[in-house]
């Protein structure tokens, strides 16, 4: 069985530390054969993807992963094989960078108000010319020792609760819906996304649901494939054992694709492997079938 992963991030995502060639150095040492870099609403990696894919001699897959609203909800919508040098997407990511650049001081302001104590001139250094991430200022937030006595910081500090991925914990427990940092943003809806994605040649897939919602996963999917959506990431780092397998046998029962990925960040998400989605020979046949579909490089 091949070992797959079509959704890894590179340092073209905001919130992923490395370069595309170093992505396919660690592709190479976790055996893995077919590689997506399905980067934060940028299809900018592909070519570069392509040229170290050859290389390495790791088949590519052109992804992409889109930030957008579905109900009440935020999802993520994986683009799989679509047109290469597609301009759409480059607007796709000039909005969201517009949304983000918006809601950034936003977020800051509410982490103050918390007492957390932020360098904001670190934190817009460290982005660089990238839009600071949530998971860039809980780094600088956990580093100051301004904070250190501050009891909030206490579950994400080694050794404790949420120190095992103390930056995307972070992220989730303050930034998340509903949350006292959250941001409501208005994300393009799902059905515009899944449009563009068709309308390039591509396979509109619903990323990791069970990062996204915590029941009813299978419901809000059958609202989803009513816009289009074609596939499903079954398998995925943030599923366990029964939600793999009800995932499965919806999408076996409905003809959907089924895709796997780890969404493997680097230091944002330490405990995230490459290659990890571990299948089975027939679940590696279902991932396989829906590389049938596409075109590798």
């Given at each position: 069985?091949?070992?797959?992963?079509?959704?890894?991030?590179?340092?073209?995502?905001?919130?992923?530390?490395?370069?595309?060639?170093?992505?396919?150095?660690?592709?190479?040492?976790?055996?893995?054969?077919?590689?997506?870099?399905a980067d934060h609403n940028s299809s900018s990696s592909v070519e570069e993807a392509i040229y170290w894919g050859h290389k390495y001699n790791i088949h590519v897959l052109p992804g992409i992963e889109i930030d957008?609203?579905?109900?009440?909800?935020?999802?993520?919508?994986?683009?799989?094989?679509?047109?290469?040098?597609?301009?759409?997407?480059?607007?796709?990511?000039?909005?969201?960078?517009?949304?983000?650049?918006?809601?950034?001081?936003?977020?800051?302001?509410?982490?103050?108000?918390?007492?957390?104590?932020?360098?904001?001139?670190?934190?817009?250094?460290?982005?660089?010319?990238?839009?600071?991430?949530?998971?860039?200022?809980?780094?600088?937030?956990?580093?100051?020792?301004?904070?250190?006595?501050?009891?909030?910081?206490?579950?994400?500090?080694?050794?404790?609760?949420?120190?095992?991925?103390?930056?995307i914990n972070f992220f989730w427990d303050f930034f998340g819906k509903g949350k006292s940092c959250h941001v409501e943003i208005a994300f393009p809806p799902l059905q515009d996304m899944v449009e563009i994605i068709?309308?390039?040649?591509?396979?509109?897939?619903?990323?990791?649901?069970?990062?996204?919602?915590?029941?009813?996963?299978?419901?809000?999917?059958?609202?989803?494939?009513?816009?289009?959506?074609?596939?499903?990431?079954?398998?995925?780092?943030?599923?366990?054992?029964?939600?793999?397998?009800?995932?499965?046998?919806?999408?076996?029962?409905?003809?959907?694709?089924?895709?796997?990925?780890?969404?493997?960040?680097?230091?944002?998400?330490?405990?995230?492997?490459?290659?990890?989605?571990?299948?089975?020979?027939?679940?590696?046949?279902?991932?396989?079938?829906?590389?049938?579909?596409?075109?590798?490089?």
């Amino acid at each position: 069985m091949q070992n797959i992963d079509l959704h890894v991030h590179s340092s073209w995502s905001d919130d992923a530390d490395f370069s595309v060639s170093r992505l396919m150095t660690i592709a190479e040492k976790e055996n893995v054969s077919v590689l997506s870099i399905a980067d934060h609403n940028s299809s900018s990696s592909v070519e570069e993807a392509i040229y170290w894919g050859h290389k390495y001699n790791i088949h590519v897959l052109p992804g992409i992963e889109i930030d957008c609203s579905f109900g009440n909800n935020n999802y993520h919508l994986l683009g799989y094989g679509y047109r290469r040098h597609s301009t759409d997407f480059a607007e796709v990511k000039r909005n969201f960078d517009r949304l983000q650049h918006a809601a950034t001081p936003i977020k800051i302001e509410k982490l103050k108000a918390l007492g957390l104590f932020l360098d904001e001139e670190r934190l817009f250094a460290l982005a660089g010319d990238r839009v600071p991430q949530e998971e860039e200022m809980a780094e600088l937030i956990l580093e100051d020792e301004r904070n250190a006595g501050n009891a909030l910081l206490i579950p994400y500090r080694k050794g404790n609760a949420r120190g095992d991925m103390p930056l995307i914990n972070f992220f989730w427990d303050f930034f998340g819906k509903g949350k006292s940092c959250h941001v409501e943003i208005a994300f393009p809806p799902l059905q515009d996304m899944v449009e563009i994605i068709r309308s390039n040649g591509g396979i509109p897939v619903i990323a990791h649901i069970g990062a996204n919602v915590k029941s009813g996963h299978t419901d809000v999917i059958s609202e989803m494939v009513k816009s289009g959506v074609m596939g499903v990431e079954v398998f995925s780092s943030y599923h366990n054992n029964d939600l793999r397998q009800q995932l499965y046998d919806y999408a076996q029962e409905r003809s959907l694709l089924m895709t796997c990925g780890s969404d493997f960040h680097g230091k944002n998400k330490p405990n995230i492997r490459m290659g990890s989605c571990q299948l089975n020979q027939a679940e590696s046949a279902k991932v396989e079938a829906f590389l049938d579909r596409v075109t590798l490089f």
